[in-house]
């Protein structure tokens, strides 16, 4: 039991880190880097246990993780009034599957190597396109729950980076 609630924690830490990194290069408000690192450990710790202990595949598993940084960043950004994106985006970025990426492209590339044996380059494209339907619905699910609560809420997203004068004189 402890094992496996620090490898959640310690998964959502390394998730966070990452995601402190990829805000600090789109320069976001300093107000905002807490709940960055909060929105990718929870989202990322999420996916992990969903997909660790719970058997999820890994598109359903960032669709739910996406959701929730999704919703999280609507939340928390009323509270400091910043824009959903700023958080949502560098919190979304340690979840994308580079892994499946890389391992897409070397079956690419060895593919083209290897174009006389009929064998080994089916095994190639196989792997290739494995990967690489992997890598396209891992980050189409990513863009679709983060996307999700803005276009449930557009009001919401909208007024949230306003202060409440700004939102008496619209």
Same mark, same amino acid.
């Given at each position: 039991?402890?094992?496996?609630?620090?490898?959640?924690?310690?998964?959502?830490?390394?998730?966070?880190?990452?995601?402190?990194?990829?805000?600090?290069?789109?320069?976001?408000?300093?107000?905002?880097?807490?709940?960055?690192?909060?929105?990718?450990? /929870?989202?990322?710790?999420?996916?992990?246990?969903?997909?660790?202990?719970?058997?999820?595949?890994?598109?359903?598993?960032?669709?739910?993780?996406?959701?929730?940084?999704?919703?999280?960043?609507?939340?928390?950004?009323?509270?400091?009034?910043?824009?959903?994106?700023?958080?949502?985006?560098?919190?979304?970025?340690?979840?994308?599957?580079?892994?499946?990426?890389?391992?897409?492209?070397?079956?690419?590339?060895?593919?083209?190597?290897?174009?006389?044996?009929?064998?080994?380059?089916?095994?190639?494209?196989?792997?290739?396109?494995?990967?690489?339907?992997?890598?396209?619905?891992?980050?189409?699910?990513? /863009?679709?729950?983060?996307?999700?609560?803005?276009?449930?809420?557009?009001?919401?997203?909208?007024?949230?980076?306003?202060?409440?004068?700004?939102?008496?004189?619209?």
């Amino acid at each position: 039991m402890i094992e496996t609630v620090s490898a959640i924690l310690a998964d959502g830490f390394f998730a966070a880190v990452a995601a402190l990194g990829f805000g600090a290069i789109s320069n976001p408000p300093m107000r905002a880097f807490p709940r960055i690192a909060l929105l990718a450990a /929870a989202g990322h710790a999420l996916r992990f246990t969903l997909m660790t202990y719970f058997g999820v595949d890994i598109a359903t598993g960032s669709l739910c993780a996406s959701l929730t940084i999704g919703f999280g960043s609507m939340m928390l950004g009323r509270r400091i009034h910043c824009p959903t994106t700023v958080m949502s985006i560098p919190a979304l970025l340690p979840m994308i599957p580079g892994m499946y990426a890389y391992k897409s492209m070397f079956s690419i590339v060895m593919f083209f190597q290897k174009i006389d044996d009929t064998a080994v380059c089916a095994a190639y494209l196989d792997t290739a396109l494995r990967n690489g339907m992997i890598t396209v619905f891992v980050i189409l699910t990513l /863009a679709a729950g983060a996307t999700l609560p803005i276009l449930m809420f557009p009001s919401k997203a909208y007024t949230m980076t306003r202060r409440q004068q700004c939102q008496n004189n619209a």
